[in-house]
């Protein structure tokens, strides 16, 4: 998942460590920080069959335990935080780092892999990113359940409010919550860790499964309900892919130091203290966390843990904000409208679109699933999916990119996709019980993303029959009596080669040139960002004609009059936005029939067309200065 806050990145001094370090204990680990709230209690789950014997316990808590050290400790946290593309991490960081490890002779036939899978992995995150809140959520507000059976009927209503005021804030931006984010998150895994402590003292015997013999144990004496019991460990990973995805808003050295120090000790100290009060007190699995508590604690922990639950929520919201609008610089999906919510942070924006869509899925999954145990079923399959997909790209970079030994690869990407794949197989399981959902979600996001790249291709190619080439115009042009009026015009086009539309319709028309007109392309890198040295490519046709390329990241906006007055500074052109226009042309798509695509994608792809945003705003272009020409390809 790709979250907020670009402004957290780590300041020069060195005193400012641990404070980023606070800041990603805040961001990355709010949602793996709240799986105690349900991931026991669901493998311990009188459903899955399995006599809740202290050797049981003792094995699903060192399934746990090595589900943590090998899952997020060795796979994530020590190998795959070593992929950073110009310090960028993500799915979609690590599908460009592996496009350019098999860009080469005899690795090229895996482009179109490597590019499915990326797909595949965002597309998945989709489905999370609307699970997530409402199981989290919910299961912190179950916790009034165990003070008075009074409130549940009230359990419902008081997480639809919580969430709904959550989506509601999403407009002002997360950059004052955020700085609450790193104080809240600590203080809630110190309670973790102190509550894991006072139990595992009472029954210190619960250590013992610390040792994997336990989970080996467990496996072979329960082959049955081995796989449906994984599912639910599974549960108590989710959210480890955070740490890749938010590398570039901290660096891997505070993810890291988040980890080590405070995250896995306290999730650790936390599960083992559950299962310490679990062998004592047997009822206790009906909730296990908040049964950690004396009776006095429960209400003031029912806050905390509903804080820590909107902040992990918080995180794969904005999350799916930075993963659309990286789909749409990569030409994925149309353009939707993006507010900026922060002046100084670049990666806080904000997607209304995206949020009306999440609020309504969220809400609706809360309103049908009625309880965190239910929305467990539907929880795990995408995340599962998403990690075999990493495993794999990140194989591939260690092996093209960084040059370690064949062997060494092979071993290590098998150890990690047999993990990943029993996983998948052990979440397949709950398909039918909700595990449905995010599935449907991934395939209609997927589906979305390759209907638009695909209608734009052969909309391309459509109209290619009828361009004329940029440079034999400008030739020609130069014999020609053409009104020439003071100032500067841009024309956006998506190939600098030919003559772009709005052009020949403005010589048509209006019969008139600037005297200097500005041919512009821009481009989106595969790479998070592109120095301004590196930033436009600028060929001089004569004639008052520039041919520009302007190439930005995946992470950046595509701002046309940024990119301007660096043409402007890089070659002494006295560019000034009041003397500037800029043209382009907006396509309608007819009813003719597309080949190469079926009639129920092309009504798609014409649906996105119509409801895809302005280019104007897209490019952030000076709306009294801009000229627009509509076609039909």
Not at 80 to 105: F, N, T, Y
Not at 275 to 283: E, H, M, N, R, T
Request: net charge positive.
């Amino acid at each position: 998942m790709n979250t907020a806050t670009h402004d957290l990145v780590a300041p020069p001094a060195r005193g400012a460590r641990a404070a980023l370090a606070l800041a990603a204990l805040g961001v990355v680990y709010g949602d793996i920080g709240t799986s105690p709230l349900y991931a026991l209690r669901e493998c311990l789950s009188p459903a899955h069959g399995v006599t809740l014997t202290p050797a049981a316990v003792l094995g699903i808590l060192s399934l746990i335990f090595w589900a943590l050290t090998l899952v997020v400790t060795v796979k994530y946290v020590v190998f795959v935080l070593r992929a950073d593309h110009d310090g960028e991490g993500g799915i979609m960081a690590l599908q460009a780092l592996a496009r350019h490890a098999v860009d080469a002779p005899g690795w090229r036939r895996l482009l179109p892999l490597v590019a499915a899978m990326g797909l595949t992995g965002s597309a998945m995150f989709y489905g999370d990113s609307l699970i997530t809140p409402a199981i989290s959520v919910m299961s912190a507000v179950e916790g009034l359940n165990v003070v008075t059976p009074v409130f549940e009927p009230y359990v419902v209503p008081l997480t639809l409010v919580i969430l709904a005021g959550l989506f509601a804030v999403q407009k002002l931006g997360t950059g004052a919550v955020g700085k609450v984010f790193g104080p809240v998150m600590l203080l809630w895994f110190a309670v973790l860790a102190l509550l894991g402590l006072w139990h595992i003292a009472d029954a210190p015997q619960v250590l013992q499964a610390l040792s994997p013999a336990w989970a080996g144990a467990f496996l072979a004496d329960h082959p049955a309900q081995s796989l449906a019991v994984l599912g639910s460990v599974f549960l108590a990973v989710t959210g480890g892919e955070a740490l890749y995805a938010d590398m570039g808003h901290f660096g891997a050295r505070a993810i890291r130091q988040a980890w080590f120090f405070v995250a896995l000790p306290a999730l650790v100290l936390n599960y083992f203290g559950q299962g310490a009060l679990v062998l004592k007190d047997p009822s206790a699995i009906d909730n296990p966390f908040y049964r950690l508590l004396p009776s006095w604690g429960v209400l003031p922990m029912v806050v905390l843990a509903a804080a820590a639950t909107v902040i992990a929520s918080q995180a794969v919201i904005s999350g799916a904000f930075s993963l659309t609008a990286q789909a749409i610089r990569m030409g994925y999906l149309p353009r939707l409208r993006i507010v900026q919510t922060s002046g100084q942070a670049m990666g806080q924006i904000y997607l209304p679109a995206v949020n009306g869509l999440l609020v309504l899925g969220v809400l609706a999954l809360v309103l049908g699933f009625r309880s965190s145990s239910a929305l467990s079923s539907a929880y795990g399959i995408a995340v599962s999916v998403t990690m075999v997909t990493t495993s794999v790209l990140a194989a591939l970079v260690a092996l093209r990119l960084w040059r370690w030994p064949p062997a060494a690869v092979l071993a290590g990407a098998t150890v990690f996709v047999v993990i990943d794949m029993l996983f998948v197989v052990a979440n397949s399981l709950k398909i039918a019980e909700g595990g449905w959902l995010p599935l449907a979600v991934a395939a209609l996001v997927m589906g979305v993303f390759t209907t638009w790249a695909k209608g734009r291709r052969l909309i391309h190619e459509r109209s290619a029959p009828d361009r004329i080439e940029l440079r034999p115009f400008v030739a020609a042009l130069a014999g020609d009596a053409v009104h020439r009026v003071n100032g500067t015009s841009v024309f956006l086009t998506a190939d600098p080669d030919y003559v772009p539309h709005a052009l020949l319709h403005n010589l048509k028309h209006n019969q008139v040139l600037h005297q200097r007109v500005i041919i512009l392309q821009v481009r989106t890198a595969d790479m998070p960002r592109v120095p301004p040295a590196q930033r436009l490519q600028v060929q001089d046709l004569g004639g008052g004609f520039l041919e520009v390329v302007a190439t930005h990241g995946f992470m950046e906006p595509p701002d046309v009059p940024e990119f301007m007055k660096l043409l402007s500074y890089q070659r002494g052109i006295g560019l000034e936005t009041m003397n500037t226009s800029f043209f382009i042309s907006r396509e309608t798509v007819g009813t003719a029939r597309l080949q190469g695509i079926t009639r129920a994608r092309q009504a798609v792809f014409a649906w996105l067309h119509r409801n895809a945003g302005r280019a104007s705003d897209w490019f952030m272009l000076p709306p009294n200065r801009v000229v627009e020409f509509g076609r039909r390809p």
